[in-house]
């Protein structure tokens, strides 16, 4: 392998695209090739693994339609980018291009194929861009927390979804396994927290608002002390009081349970 060409048996070269640096030589390697006749060469390698860095402090971290995940500290939020979305028109017009194109039976045209697999390649696109995206943050927050606490949200793919909530579930569904993952290399404590009832309590004293708030209510207000705080960001910082105290799920702590020494933003 030199010269940025892959040497295949029986002296074959072929010119590759790397996605990332090979660490070191690799010990073997399989070829693919996807539904849309793209090639991927897949390494084996053998790598010391060498224990993440030491890191401090805490994360809580929610995830929504809007922006991605919002987590305690607004600097690691993710905002969702939608690369969906951003090529929708894209993508539509070469919907209605491969629809218009169908035959009902009988053998497909060139241009039907031609568009349908347009959209396939978009899709594609879009998958691989969140996937990278969903990578870069998880990266980041794992390298500058050693307790995250995640909400156990999981997406449902409904037939019935419309497109953008198409994405932005499957932004989710990206970032959560990525943090997961990332996370448990690196030994950090990572705590999912069911999400029943985090929007819904105080993040200061614990109190639960009586009724839930409606999606587009974008403000909790704590009816018993007054705490104001963006309702994602409230519900990230629940998610964290219940991770610190040892537990899963909101109902398990008391709101006298929850009045623990807390010095400045980080409980003990
Ligand atoms: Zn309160």
């Known amino acids: 392998m030199n010269d940025g060409r892959l040497v295949l048996a029986k ?9 990332r640096e090979l660490p070191p030589e690799p010990t073997s390697v399989r070829i693919t090739q ?14 010391t693994v060498e224990p993440a860095a030491m890191a401090e402090g805490s994360i809580g971290i929610d995830w929504g339609v809007r922006t991605t995940a919002t987590t305690t500290d607004p600097a690691f939020d993710l905002p969702h980018r939608g690369h969906r979305a951003r090529c929708a028109s894209e993508l539509a017009r070469a919907q209605r291009k491969s629809s218009r194109r169908h035959r009902k039976g009988g053998p497909q045209s060139r241009g039907y194929q031609r568009a349908a697999r347009m959209v396939a390649k978009l899709h594609k696109k879009a998958a691989r861009q969140t996937q990278h995206d969903a990578r870069m943050w998880a990266k980041s927050v794992v390298d500058n927390h050693d307790v995250i606490a995640v909400e156990d949200f999981t997406p449902k793919f409904l037939a019935k979804s419309t497109m953008a909530r198409k994405a932005a579930d499957a932004e989710i569904g990206a970032a959560k396994r990525e943090i ?58 629940v998610i964290l009081a219940v991770a610190e105290r040892g537990h899963t799920r909101v109902e398990d702590v008391s709101q006298s349970g929850h009045r623990l020494p807390v010095v400045g933003s980080v409980a003990v």
């Open 180 to 237: 997961i993952e990332r996370g448990e290399r690196a030994g950090r404590m990572v705590v999912l927290v069911r999400p029943a009832h985090t929007t819904m309590t105080c993040s200061s004293c614990f109190a639960r608002a009586k009724q839930r708030l409606e999606l587009a209510e974008r403000v909790f207000r704590c009816h018993a002390c007054g705490f104001t705080e963006g309702r994602d960001r409230n519900a990230a910082r």
């Open 34 to 47: 996807d539904s849309l006749g793209h090639w991927y060469a897949s390494f084996v390698v053998h790598r």
């Open 11 to 19: 002296g074959v070269r072929i010119p590759v695209v790397w996605s």
